[in-house]
């Protein structure tokens, strides 16, 4: 079968093993299941044109390392690999944001911290480094990666972070919607690559609304803030119309939750005034920015209000999403499913989830194959070959698709 995540005239470097933390198991069986999709599809031409050659595991049930990270009474933690990895090409998976995970310490209950996560991933390195061919980590939500620049006297964790992991012996660190991508200048030298959900995002959105219309009298791309003009800015030309931005006015003087907190929302922008407007960014932590925005472009006499981010982390809780979509200043919610959704949020009406597992999948089998991923760091070619479906075809191609 035909596929672009198929490659029929290249080898692995190596024997593939995904080494999947406790805390994106769910996920990373997702995206083992597309791997082993698109080997078996594969296997018969690789055989055909290199019959002599015997490449073992290339075509297996599957991919998953047999690892994990039991701790002690006293929380301490160790990384246990139950099969051999030499000569492997390992992918270590771990999602830093995950919350609902507990150990005990000292008879207490403890819950597992972006901290604890990034431990057990070194962890797992650790017990693999020696022998394995490669390792490469996955790490969608980027560890610390907001703390990214330094202001005044403060620690640079996540340039840290990636140094730590270089010098460990990591060979590529693929993350997703870096807060701030710059942040890779700490290692230079280093595979570092930052994919986007772009068009998840798309496909997403044209399968939910049926009745959109992308064209400048009916849609708008709209910017929270200054930090996310890059990602506004490029879905904005890709889908052919305006883009307007909000920035923030902050009251410096004070510090909340460990931030300046924001005085007022101003906007820069033609009129919102009858549109679908799509705000875009890389998070939702609390919210709080997301919904002014919401609410501002809603009073601005919007016609929907459609929020995408890549990572819905809703550390405030969903209360108050619930009370925004009750008011219509909200009409949903797109985020990928790239961190930790707890069920309370995949039952809300105004929740869709963009599913990455088959972008991952597709990655991760061009690096063992060692092939460029150009097309995959810039799905433009997609995204517009998806919007003429979506003019010509309508609904009715996601539905096939779906």
Known sequence: MANSYVFNDSLPVAPLKIAALESITSFAQKVNDHVVKFRRNDTEELIRRQADLHYRGYDVDSYLLKCRCPRFGSGEAKAI??????????????????????????GHTNYMSPDDHYQDLK????????????????????????????????????????????????SNIITFDAHDP???????????DNFMPTYQFVKALFRHD??????????????????????????????????????????????VNGRNPIVAHEFLGTSVEGKTVLIIDDMISSGESMLDTARELKERKASKVIVCCTFGLFTSGLEKFDEFYEKAYIDYVITTNLSYRPEALLKRSWYIEADMSKYVAAIINSFNHDVPIGQALSPTEKIQKLIRKYHSDGYEYFEVIR
């Open 81 to 106: 690999v139950n099969e051999s990895v030499r000569g492997a090409d390992i992918f270590a998976m771990v999602d830093v944001t995950n919350h609902s995970l507990t150990y005990k310490i000292g």
């Open 123 to 170: 962890r797992i390195i650790g017990a693999c480094q020696a022998t394995a061919h490669r390792v490469n980590v996955i790490m969608p939500f980027l560890y610390e990666s907001r703390q990214h620049k330094r202001t005044n006297r403060e620690s640079l964790d996540c340039a840290m972070a990636l140094q730590e992991l270089i010098n460990m012996g990591v």
């Open 182 to 192: 710059r942040v890779q200048n700490a290692i230079p030298l280093s595979g570092f």
């Open 210 to 255: 049926k009745d959109l219309k992308i064209d400048k009298d009916h849609l708008m791309i709209i910017s929270p803030d200054e930090g996310a003009m890059n990602r506004a800015v490029y879905l904005a030309n890709i889908l052919g119309v305006d883009m307007g931005m909000f920035y923030k006015r902050r009251d410096y003087s004070k510090i």
